[in-house]
Nanobody, 129 residues
Framework: QLQLVESGGGLVQPGGSLRLSCAASGFTLDYYFIGWFRQAPGKEREGVSCISGSDGDTYYADSVKGRFTISRDGTKNTLVLQMNSLKPEDTAVYYC??????????????????????WGQGTQVTVSS
């Protein structure tokens, strides 16, 4: 069965850091655009950061640029999001996703994958003092 499994979420104080991981099984991320999305209660889902599994091209939302870093661990077929200088407004459920229907990583993060693309179950990130 093809699946994505997120891990690494938790409770952290403002200014702290978390490292999220998304492990893929049943397929290789090399052939997809992959990324992180988040959704807070009462808010629309937004693209946080996306990366090309083939050439490594990246995109970051303005709200996280300079604080978050997206990367791939190819040996483990895993997507990673390093989150630094966390703010309360970063609180959300974070999902990883993979899609082959987009032509740029910016398009994937701004439009977001369709429901029939690959999605993880999400991991909760809470930033609070």
């Amino acid at each position: 069965q093809l699946q994505l499994v997120e891990s690494g979420g938790g409770l952290v104080q403002p200014g702290g850091s978390l490292r999220l991981s998304c492990a893929a099984s049943g397929f290789t991320l090399d052939y997809y655009f992959i990324g992180w999305f988040r959704q807070a209660p009462g808010k629309e889902r937004e693209g946080v950061s996306c990366i090309s599994g083939s050439d490594g091209d990246t995109y970051y939302a303005d709200s996280v640029k300079g604080r978050f870093t997206i990367s791939r661990d190819g040996t483990k077929n895993t997507l990673v999001l390093q989150m630094n200088s966390l703010k309360p407004e970063d609180t959300a459920v974070y999902y990883c996703a993979a899609s082959s229907r987009f032509t740029t990583v910016q398009a994937m993060c701004n439009i977001s994958p369709f429901s029939d693309d690959y999605w993880g179950q999400g991991t909760q990130v809470t930033v609070s003092s």
